[in-house]
């Protein structure tokens, strides 16, 4: 069994207030072994990485969604932590425009750095969804926001997972486990006291699940694409529509986010990158009420879908 767990560390838009940070999520994947990654570091990100008790040596890709400062402005202060506690690994930084942007931060000041810093740069024009990274059990993927400068939203997509019916295998005779099971998953079939086994006949796959994050950005076909099914999707939600009166305004309301949200199909819908102006939750808890599938974020908050 496996399990996605998400603690908001920011839930701000732009600027910060008593009781949250700016933009920052931390993703944690547990399967056989643990990943974590982290979506955006705003200022002061470290600080509330040590609060909720998580390990930050232990993050070796960062993604950043769009350079604004309340996205990214607490990478320098958490490379030069790792510095201090004597990192080796090498840590990556994604983003639209990573390599200009991490070049820039690391030619401010005077720090030594003993690990190495890699940028990647993310796709930040089109349709397409790209595949950042991958391994046997997961990709992590972005698509083009809209923001009106570079900027993507990032989808972590874990693979789906073929399962063997223990039922069905004691019904054909097969034994509990063997290298019969490898031989069946790579081949599709395996011989067996001279009948053919095939994968279908003894296994199931497992959906996998999907965590989406759409740092900051207007309402995209994108989005939607990307959100498809999700089983979590956390939103830029930075007013109510009542409040726009600006015609430069580059993010998604409430409103629009829920309609994402059931348009999307996603089980669970999260908005975060909340303007200082919506200081009491009742206010906003009002606006998602015919919402089961919706909550705001707040600091600190964990989510797990397994
Ligand atoms: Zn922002």
Not at 87 to 115: C, H, M, W
Not at 275 to 288: A, G, L
């Amino acid at each position: 069994m496996t399990q996605i767990e998400v603690t908001f560390l920011g839930t701000t838009a732009g600027i910060p207030t008593k009781y949250r940070n700016h933009a920052s999520i931390h993703l944690l994947y547990r399967s056989e072994q643990e990943s974590q990654f982290l979506f955006d570091c705003g200022e002061g990100t470290q600080r509330q990485i040590f609060s909720v008790g998580l390990n930050f040596m232990r993050i070796n890709e960062i993604f950043i969604s769009h350079w604004h400062a309340d996205h990214f402005a607490g990478l320098l202060g958490l490379m030069e932590t790792m510095n201090l506690e004597k990192r080796q690994k090498a840590l990556t930084i994604f983003g639209p425009e990573a390599e200009r942007f991490v070049d820039a931060l690391l030619n401010l000041g005077y720090a030594s750095k003993n690990f190495s810093i890699i940028a990647k740069d993310v796709p930040f024009e089109g349709t397409e969804i790209a595949t950042l990274f991958d391994n046997p059990e997961f990709s992590i993927v972005s698509v083009p926001a809209k923001h009106g400068i570079p900027a993507a939203s990032y989808a972590f997509v874990e693979k789906d997972r073929i399962k063997i019916d223990k039922e069905k295998i004691k019904k054909l005779g097969l034994p509990p486990q063997g290298p019969i099971y490898r031989k069946i998953k790579e081949e599709g079939h395996v011989a067996f006291k001279g009948k053919t086994i095939t994968l279908d006949d003894i296994a199931f796959a497992e959906k996998g699940k999907k965590v989406v994050y759409s740092g900051d950005t207007m309402v995209t076909k994108n989005m939607i694409k990307l959100a498809e099914h999700a089983d979590l999707l956390i939103h830029d939600s930075t007013f109510f529509e009542e409040d726009v009166f600006d015609k430069e305004y580059k993010h998604t309301t409430f409103e629009d986010v829920l309609r994402i949200a059931e348009e999307a199909k996603v089980k669970q819908v999260i908005l975060t990158h909340i303007s200082r102006r919506y200081q009491n939750v009742e206010v906003m808890k009002d606006k998602i009420k015919d919402y089961p599938n919706a909550k705001i974020a707040k600091d600190f908050m964990k989510v797990v879908v397994d």
